[in-house]
């Protein structure tokens, strides 16, 4: 995992009926050559080839980073 990083992706979406809002979460593992991505970070993955059991998303870019 030295290279690579977890990108998670929330949405927020109301229920059909009921329109209670609820969040729903997705794990991405992507590919991240240089290790430019830090915790926190606003990022843009692509869809690239499996590079390993989990890993088919490729890191872009890093869109805006953390404060902290």
């Known amino acids: 995992m030295a290279q690579t ?3 998670e992706v ?3 979406r109301a229920h059909p009926l009921y329109r209670k809002r609820f969040t729903k979460k997705k ?3 992507a590919h991240d050559a240089s290790s430019v991505a830090k915790v926190g970070d606003v990022v843009r993955i692509r869809e690239v ?3 390993s059991k989990l890993k088919r998303w490729s890191l872009v870019e890093v869109v805006s980073t953390s404060v902290a």
Do not use: N, T
Request: glycine residues 0%.
């Open 5 to 7: 990083i977890v990108v």
């Open 10 to 12: 929330s949405v927020v």
């Open 27 to 29: 794990k991405y593992y």
């Open 49 to 51: 080839r499996p590079l």
